[in-house]
Each structure stands twice: as structure tokens, then as C-alpha cells.
């Protein structure tokens, strides 16, 4: 008799809405009044964007497989949040090019990162981490501690403010996004040489997989999407400041993980990963409304971590 087994993605969607129901409870909760429940349900997911967005990078470099993972995301949040809100300047005629240059700039740095690990063969754990201290020292050097600049009108409105019945902009881009980065992992030549590599190099080399153009395209890839990340945070807070992007690094690892993205590379979907976003950011707001310390948060969201990595069992065999 075959065991009933349940989608690492579809796990973490059901415990989602198990959080979602046990914060209703609590005595600062929605209780039964619906339309606050509503209310909640929309804010937690228009809060899960940023941190989705920012884990579709590490997904990418984690599916890669050969210990990928991108340390330096926090860094370029902050670097491209930085530059949108300084080339902005409050004028919705510089906001293309702000997020051009987010995306551009992101991927610089994702293809230094991959040039790093693909090439001088540097451990991608040592090398996005070196790689998040230049770019951190850089913002330093350039701004001095002070940034002048503002959000356009438009930015708060497309991604902060409600657009259609009432949903934010920031849900229905990250819908259209998920959509986007699905097509791009399920059919594109690229997807499947991805998977491939993150299964064994080796074997998708002699089958014709060009495996050091594509882990170049995949820290390239995950450093626009973290620029991504930091031009739409910035339009949705209005304000920057120099720590602003590393609150997200730990929980854009570990949505990838909760997800159900195998840690050793070669398997697991976006889908998971925006559900693995959800699910720590509802672990977040419910801890927030227990009035938790923030030490005492981290300890149940490392902890949350370790048991959903357990139960999926993903930790048993490493891939080459």
C-alpha cells in the first residue's frame, strides 16, 4: 500500500493556513469578524512579496546545486534600493530607468559572484559572502551615511496602494512574477540545463549541458532578481536607510527551504518558495501580535526551519 505523501508546496501552504487561523485566534487576533480577517490576509500576503521576490534569486542559485546559495542578496537589496530611490528623486519619468539600472546592476554583481565560483572555483558560501561585504562597504564609500532622493508617486501607487478589488499592486506583480519565473524553470532550455546541473554536473556536461554558461546566467539571474527586490521594497517603504535588505537574507534562504527546494540542488519549484515566504511571514506577524522578542523570533524561525527540513527529509542523500 503506497504512502499518502504530501508536496513539500503544498505542506507549506496548508501550514500557511493553519497559522493564518491560530493568529485569528489569539486575543489580538481578527476572532470571527471577516472582513478584518480579510484585511489580514491581504496585508500578510502584500508582506510576503518583498521577501518572495528577494527568495527567487536563491532559489535559482540553490536548484544550481554544488552548495549554491547567494549571501550577498541583503547587499544588493540595499545597493539597488539605494540607487532607485536616489535616480528617482519623486519623478515618475526616471522610474523605468531606475529599475533598469537595479536589474543591471544586480546582475553585475550575480556575474562577478558566478565568475568567482565557476571559475577561481571559490566556495559560493565564502564568495557571495565577500562579495556582500564589498558591496556594503561600497555604499558606505559612495554615500557617506546620507542619501537624498524620493519615491515617485507612481511607485506608491503601482506597489503600496490597492488596484483591483482591493489587492495591492505588490500582490498582482508578484503573481505575474511567479507566473514569469514558473515559464522560466518549466519551459525554457535554460530551466532544464538547470535542473540538470544541480542534479550532476558531470553527467549534464557529457549530455551536452553548457554548465558554465548557465551557472553564470543563474547568480546573474539571482542578482537582478534581488535588485528587483530592492526597487520594489524601497516603493513600498518610501524610505531607505543602510541595513534595509539584510533583515530579508536569512528569510530568503530559509523560504526556499520550507518550500520544498532541495538544499543539495537539481529539484524544486518558485511556487514552493512563495509559499515558503508566506509561511515565515505569518510566523513573523503571529509571533509580533504574541509581543515576542526579536531574539525569541529568530529562535522559531531557525527552529521551524530545522523541523520542516526533517519532515521533508531532503538532508539524506547530497548530490554531486
Do not use: C
Request: glycine letters at 14%; aromatic letters at 6%.
Amino acid at each position: 500500500m503506497k504512502k499518502l505523501r504530501i508536496s513539500p508546496p503544498v505542506a507549506a501552504l496548508v501550514l500557511a493556513i493553519i497559522l493564518f487561523i491560530l493568529s485569528g485566534l489569539l486575543p489580538n487576533g481578527y476572532g470571527s469578524d471577516l472582513a478584518i480577517a480579510k484585511a489580514q490576509a491581504i496585508n500578510i500576503v502584500r508582506l510576503a512579496v518583498f521577501l518572495g521576490v528577494i527568495a527567487a534569486g536563491q532559489t535559482l542559485v540553490i536548484i544550481s546545486g554544488f552548495e549554491g546559495i547567494d549571501l550577498s542578496a541583503g547587499s544588493v537589496v540595499t545597493l539597488t534600493a539605494i540607487l532607485t530611490y536616489v535616480i528617482v528623486k519623486g519623478e515618475n519619468t526616471m522610474v523605468l530607468l531606475a529599475l533598469l539600472i537595479s536589474l543591471v546592476v544586480g546582475a553585475l554583481i550575480g556575474l562577478v559572484n558566478g565568475i568567482g565560483v565557476t571559475f577561481l572555483r571559490i566556495s559560493p558560501f565564502v564568495m557571495t559572502l565577500g562579495m556582500s561585504g564589498v558591496v556594503t562597504g561600497t555604499i558606505i564609500v559612495l554615500n557617506h551615511g546620507n542619501v537624498s532622493g524620493k519615491v515617485a508617486p507612481i511607485m506608491t501607487k503601482l506597489i503600496a496602494r490597492p488596484l483591483f478589488l482591493g489587492i495591492p499592486g505588490a500582490i498582482i506583480i508578484w503573481l505575474i512574477f511567479g507566473v514569469l519565473i514558473w515559464l522560466l524553470l518549466e519551459r525554457t532550455a535554460y530551466g532544464k540545463n538547470l535542473f540538470a546541473i544541480g542534479v550532476n554536473r558531470v553527467t549534464a556536461k557529457l549530455s551536452g549541458v553548457n554548465v558554465i554558461g548557465t551557472n553564470l546566467a543563474t547568480y546573474s539571474l539571482a542578482g537582478a532578481l534581488a535588485g528587483f527586490g530592492g526597487f520594489l521594497l524601497v516603493g513600498n517603504t518610501g524610505v531607505v536607510f543602510i541595513a534595509l535588505g539584510k533583515p530579508y537574507l536569512f528569510p530568503s534562504i530559509a523560504a526556499v527551504a520550507v518550500g520544498g527546494t532541495l538544499l543539495s540542488g537539481g529539484k524544486g519549484s518558485y511556487w514552493g518558495s512563495m509559499a515558503g515566504a508566506v509561511v515565515l511571514t505569518l510566523i513573523t506577524s503571529l509571533l509580533t501580535t504574541m509581543q515576542m522578542p526579536d531574539s525569541v523570533r529568530r529562535m522559531v524561525l531557525g527552529g521551524t526551519l530545522l523541523v520542516l527540513i526533517s519532515i521533508y527529509g531532503r538532508q539524506k542523500s547530497l548530490r554531486q
